[in-house]
């Protein structure tokens, strides 16, 4: 028998020819992060000549506790410590109970419990801040006065209560896709060596999600420190109060007091002017509100030792009962820690369809305003959607490309230096941006009121939202995806296009909704910039002196009138109008990431 040995003809020479280099993405990259520098320096140059343009006393403005302009006295320590007072208070109540969320949701749920549950957090992230003002003022003040026996309520502690309601969303929902991007076979070999659910979270899931995790909290951090109108509505704006001991400390949290932000959220930045000691300590104030920030972010962001061997230690101090008893508690403790934003959500749209009822007519969307407290807000919310899809379109190749910069090329010292300049710009209180715009913007490039104004003032609001959550996504990827794409002979540029962009997709949807749920509420920047309460047409027919009407700013309006039953109906009746709308938009964006999320990366 014959035996033919099959020979297999050559194969022709592959003559097609390479993928394109992908030029495009270094000019994207580099965009992004000229965008966020770009900010910083237009926001320190506008203050640096502001202060250039008086005299500051510095060592008192950082020392003085008296506040008098007609004096001429200018001292900012008493907002220094009410700023950190309430951040301290948002962070220590708000970070346990959102990462212990974010862990439930990520490693104890199954999906289909899992999904509506993260879908009802980042509702919660969605509400803008004038929607929790307003319950502030309903609800949290008076709890404070009862607790304090002082009438009223307004306090430091009230603000900070509001804060910690506010942060915690975000920080379970950008803490949710840090976990959700660690591989399963982590899980599976810490499974492997007999780990109980709480040490495979510690041991395995936890040091490869920590750097996403911390982008969560310095997001949260810079929005407290950001923050300005829900803060204002409800701090008391007491000048001066600067405790002396402990027990002053202690009296003061529910007592009036005042922030940097609520500051320079008020009247005072208007009636300074443009130059001169009073405006020049204005201006001090926003360059010590910056410099709080960066230190905050410094401080964040600084290396960690000591992790690798909690392990070991921990199953040597604790015997077999005793680690399945420990992991019973905490297992119940995160998730316990899910009821609170579940109870919040629900208490907050029980308190919005009782006083919006307002928003239940048709009519009350489709017709246009009438008067100071009557007709609908059909205009609002065609000034609101068209300011927030131009910040979406402009925000998300600019914050996108930060983030991969930040992620993917910057190492070390750099990579510390950028994400410092980019939390320093997402905890830029607004109403910095909203002078700002209208001193370059409006005036000097003569634009006047523009809804196209208003929008590029809210781009630095989403861009640092969408960079650090691509960052933390980026920098949770495995190594081992980088060196199989690399060995494949793939160019900087297309490692970046085929392998990071998918990889951190799903993270940047979350920050866009993010950062557009916070520019959706943002009220101070647009009264400088883009809005005006009545007169102007749904939609401008320019962009020269085009101003629109915005829900955010309507409601601000409406609510500074609290004598006037129907302008409070009005107010609540344009709140339910606005969360309804980012419920929509937040329904889009999950849809869009579940699609390109798909199953976990397991490589």
């Not at 933390?472 to 060196?483: A, D, L, S, W, Y």
């Amino acid at each position: 028998m014959t035996v033919k040995t099959l020979v297999r003809p050559p194969a022709a020479p592959d003559t097609s020819p390479r993928p394109h280099r992908s030029r495009w993405v270094w000019a994207w990259v580099v965009a992004g992060g000229v965008s966020v520098a770009g900010v910083l320096l237009v926001l320190v140059g506008y203050l640096g000549l502001g202060v250039l343009g008086g005299r500051v006393d510095w060592l008192g403005l950082v020392g003085g506790s008296a506040w008098n302009p007609t004096d001429s006295v200018f001292g900012g320590l008493a907002m220094i410590y009410g700023s950190a007072v309430v951040c301290v208070i948002a962070l220590a109540l708000a970070v346990p109970v959102g990462w212990a969320g974010a862990i439930a949701l990520s490693e104890y749920l199954p999906p289909r419990l899992a999904r509506p549950l993260r879908m009802s957090v980042e509702l919660l992230a969605a509400v803008p801040s004038i929607v929790y003002g307003l319950i502030g003022i309903m609800a949290v003040r008076p709890a404070v006065a009862w607790l304090g026996d002082v009438p009223g309520g307004d306090s430091l502690l009230a603000a900070g209560l509001v804060l910690a309601v506010m942060i915690t969303p975000t920080i379970v929902a950008v803490s949710v896709d840090a976990l959700s991007a660690v591989p399963d076979r982590y899980r599976e070999a810490a499974y492997a060596l007999g780990l109980t659910r709480r040490e495979v979270v510690r041991s395995a899931v936890l040091p490869q999600a920590r750097q996403g995790m911390r982008s969560a909290v310095l997001l949260g951090l810079a929005r407290a420190l950001g923050e300005a109108i829900a803060v204002f509505l409800v701090v008391g704006r007491a000048d001066g109060r600067l405790p002396t001991s402990f027990g002053e400390l202690i009296d003061s949290l529910v007592h009036p007091g005042q922030t940097l932000t609520a500051k320079l959220a008020g009247p005072e930045p208007v009636l300074a002017g443009t130059s001169g000691p009073y405006f020049a300590a204005i201006c001090g104030l926003g360059l010590i509100l910056l410099a709080l920030v960066a230190a905050a972010t410094v401080w964040g962001t600084r290396r960690s030792s000591g992790a690798k061997s909690a392990l070991r230690a921990d199953r040597q101090r604790r015997p077999g009962r005793m680690r399945a008893e420990l992991d019973t508690a905490v297992r119940l403790l995160r998730l316990g820690a899910l009821l609170l934003p579940g109870a919040l959500l629900v208490a907050m749209l029980a308190v919005l369809a009782t006083r919006g009822s307002a928003a239940f007519s048709p009519s009350f969307w489709v017709t246009s305003a009438a008067g100071s407290a009557g007709g609908g807000v059909s205009d609002q919310i065609v000034g609101t959607l068209l300011l927030v899809t131009t910040t979406g379109l402009i925000s998300l190749p600019l914050g996108f490309g930060a983030g991969i910069l930040l992620g993917v090329h910057a190492s070390g010292r750099a990579a510390r230096v950028l994400q410092t300049v980019t939390v320093v710009v997402s905890g830029t209180p607004t109403i910095l941006l909203g002078l700002a715009g209208f001193v370059i913007v409006c005036s000097a490039m003569g634009w006047g009121r523009s809804w196209l104004a208003g929008a590029i003032v809210l781009v630095p609001v989403v861009v640092p939202v969408v960079a650090l959550t691509t960052a933390g996504r980026v920098g949770g990827m495995p190594t081992e995806m980088t060196e199989s794409a690399l060995s494949l002979g793939l160019s900087r540029a297309q490692y970046i296009r085929s392998v990071v962009v998918p990889y951190a997709w799903p993270a940047t949807v979350t920050g866009l909704l993010l950062g557009l749920a916070r520019a959706a509420g943002e009220t101070a920047p647009l009264l400088f910039t883009a809005t005006v309460f009545f007169g102007a047409p749904a939609l401008p027919d320019g962009i020269v002196n085009a101003p629109v009407q915005a829900l955010p700013t309507h409601i601000f309006t409406l609510s500074q009138d609290s004598g006037d039953p129907q302008a409070v109906s009005q107010a609540w009746g344009s709140a339910l109008v606005l969360v309804l709308i980012t419920a929509v938009l937040l329904s889009v964006a999950v849809a869009l990431r579940n699609r390109f999320e798909g199953e976990r990366w397991t490589t």
